[in-house]
């Protein structure tokens, strides 16, 4: 029987194995393959520290934040370049590269982040001839003939260049290609363009592979095989037709995340890093399935929806804690199943496993749910929040609306849990009143988790916006250009190879100032050293005691009588007019009352409204019960913190 060695490449994070290659080794060791994963990767990014630590002092001078500030993300980080330097400073190496290196580095430097971050990476680009020596001498000590590369986002380069070493010095070596690069029109122009890859599967790899292994071995033709590409006898490319879904998700094993541990104990920085691991629940995307986000180019193996049983999730994750206790994981799922809120997050909670968990969910989750997450040991999650204009949402098919994102901030703060979003605008029929609603919710919620980003909208393969450009109101869409410096390949190929692309409007918005200012707001709360924060506390009396540290509002402490608090409590969900003004009149407000009460909370910035609508801002303490039925009678006794603010007050 063969073995079969996996290789994963810069620029995969250090903290994170490869699910995929995990999941492969697991399938293939139960068939009796010797299997095994080369994480490349490690040893790139230990050759990098110690080159860094080697250099001295007075050049150091040349990086940004020396040696321990900016370093740090070749060291720690997951690294995807949207600019493709990742995959720059290795074709940049490659003797047959005659592009413009000038011209290239002019082109990263455009943003500043990316000119501060310029001397690093050549500096990164210089140990690129010893790691790919390195790597040899350790492929050479495996002694393997069969040889299996991932390849997502800037993997690609460095897998090409290692790939060719081995056919080139082991002779009768066998290389298969695979992962997100691979996919769809990008998988058939790396095999057409790259003759060091001998097989490469198209789809999902869990029946491709065993089957691939199983006729090579038996020496037998793998027409058979669904979702592969190879060459025949005469050099002519083959197909065996497109790649099956794997349906039956309950059948595959646990991920065998063995070789990472065992190499991560060779890395003389161990001690930063904090591994993080992902298991999955599910493919496709229940949401996608109905509608499609515009701007996602996920799941190009298609958007049916499969899933694990409660049962299944909960062995594998009892399992994991044992065999790897102490780490952090994520769930791979495009979005957490709904149902798995009423049972599989409720059994893990019950067993107090001690895991931290993190779930990528629909941001119009309940109260209920978050807090259902929280107590399960979620720790973070990624809502999938880009923006807050209903407008624009509704362009991009998100089927949520601003003020639910601003809710789901809110709530996730309150349970402790940290929200990852991003803001992304450059959506055809943008106005400035889009950019204006999103600069005010964000003076709002500085007090909540910042955007990683606020970014321009990649147009990417296999998402709406690219199947559909010109009816979405995009027009000249073509490949990136940082491209055309990575790749030695005529522009019809590029076209079939990228992954990102370039793009004019059809109707170029007129949005300049509103987009410099909602930028220069972000940079703003990132560069405040203290953002700030929002402290409510109960009194005594049934009223209330709001303390606003926000950096851009200043320091405020605003008191509340009981029936004011009441209606703020009230607003901690998203309430129309309507019902606001209800519970006023049974107080004994007038409308107009009410709505002027309303209109001195958004003045604060303690409330943000759409159109009709009104959500608080104010994370509240968990004992306090929001729901009308219950607030007839505040009981919250006052701790002594809050004794003394009420006499204070």
Not at 105 to 119: H, I, M, V, Y
Not at 362 to 388: H, M, R, W
Not at 598 to 613: A, K, Y
Request: net charge negative.
């Amino acid at each position: 029987m063969s073995k079969i060695l996996f290789i994963n490449m810069p620029w995969s994070s250090v903290c994170i194995p490869s699910l995929g290659l995990a999941l492969l080794s697991s399938i293939l060791k139960q068939r009796g393959v010797e299997a095994s994963t080369y994480y490349a990767n490690l040893d790139f990014s230990q050759l990098l520290y110690e080159h860094f630590e080697s250099l001295p002092e007075n050049q150091l001078s040349r990086f940004d934040d020396g040696l321990v500030g900016r370093t740090r993300q070749f060291l720690t980080q997951e690294y995807y370049s949207r600019d493709l330097v990742d995959d720059y400073i290795f074709s940049s190496c490659a003797e047959e590269h005659h592009k413009d290196d000038d011209a290239f580095w002019d082109l990263f430097g455009e943003s500043q982040e990316n000119r501060k971050a310029t001397p690093l990476w050549k500096e990164a680009r210089n140990i690129i001839p010893a790691f790919l020596d390195a790597c040899m001498r350790e492929i050479k000590r495996r002694d393997c003939k069969i040889f299996g590369f991932t390849s997502m986002f800037g993997q690609n380069i460095a897998s090409l260049m290692l790939a060719e070493r081995i056919k080139a010095e082991i002779p009768g070596s066998i290389v298969l290609f695979g992962g997100a690069n691979c996919q769809g029109d990008m998988g058939g122009a790396l095999f057409r363009n790259y003759s060091q890859i001998d097989f490469l599967v198209t789809g999902e790899a869990e029946n491709v592979v065993p089957e691939l292994i199983g006729a090579l071995d038996n020496g037998l033709s793998p027409a058979h095989i669904r979702g592969l590409l190879w060459r025949n006898d005469e050099d002519a490319i083959q197909s065996g037709g497109d790649a099956l879904p794997f349906s039956d998700l309950d059948s595959l094993p646990l991920p065998d995340y063995t070789s990472y541990f065992e190499a991560l104990d060779g890395v003389s920085y161990r001690s930063d890093i904090q591994p993080t691991v992902f298991l999955e629940q599910s493919r496709g995307c229940w949401w996608g399935q109905k509608h499609h986000c515009t701007f996602c180019g996920l799941n190009s193996y298609g958007m049916v929806y499969r899933k694990k049983s409660d049962d299944r999730c909960l062995e594998e994750l009892r399992q994991f804690c044992t065999k790897y206790p102490s780490t952090t994981v994520h769930y791979a799922d495009n979005i957490l199943d709904m149902q798995k809120f009423d049972g599989f997050l409720k059994q893990v909670r019950d067993e107090d496993l001690g895991v931290s968990l993190f779930f990528e969910i629909k941001s119009n989750v309940s109260k209920d749910k978050l807090k259902a997450l929280s107590d399960a040991g979620t720790y973070s999650v990624q809502p999938g929040i880009e923006n807050f204009s209903d407008k624009v949402l509704k362009e991009m098919r998100k089927g949520v609306r601003g003020l639910q994102n601003v809710q789901c901030l809110k709530w996730c703060r309150q349970y402790d849990i940290e929200a990852t979003w991003n803001l992304l605008y450059g959506f055809p029929g943008e106005t400035k009143d889009d950019f204006v609603t999103n600069l005010e919710i964000m003076k709002s919620i500085t007090h909540l988790d910042r955007p990683q980003c606020v970014d321009k909208i990649i147009m990417q393969r296999f998402s709406p916006n690219y199947d559909q450009a010109l009816a979405l109101g995009f027009m000249n869409v073509r490949p990136q250009l940082a491209y055309e410096y990575v790749y030695d390949l005529p522009n019809e190929e590029l076209a079939e190879i990228c992954y990102a692309f370039d793009f004019d409007y059809a109707k170029p918005p007129d949005v300049s100032k509103e987009l410099d200012d909602l930028i220069g707001f972000d940079q703003m709360w990132a560069d405040s050293s203290d953002p700030g924060t929002i402290a409510y506390m109960q009194l005594n009396d049934g009223g209330a005691l709001v303390v606003d540290t926000r950096f851009n509002v200043g320091r405020n402490i605003a008191k509340f009588s009981a029936p004011e608090n009441r209606l703020l409590r009230y607003l901690d969900k998203i309430r129309p007019r309507k019902a606001l003004v209800k519970l006023g009149e049974e107080e004994g407000w007038t409308a107009a009352e009410v709505s002027t009460f309303i209109e001195s909370l958004r003045q604060q910035r303690f409330v943000v409204s759409e159109g009709e609508r009104f959500l608080s801002v104010i994370p509240l303490p968990d004992e306090v019960d929001v729901d009308l039925v219950e607030m007839t009678a505040p009981s919250l006794k006052a701790d002594p913190a809050t004794a003394v603010l009420s006499r204070e007050a």
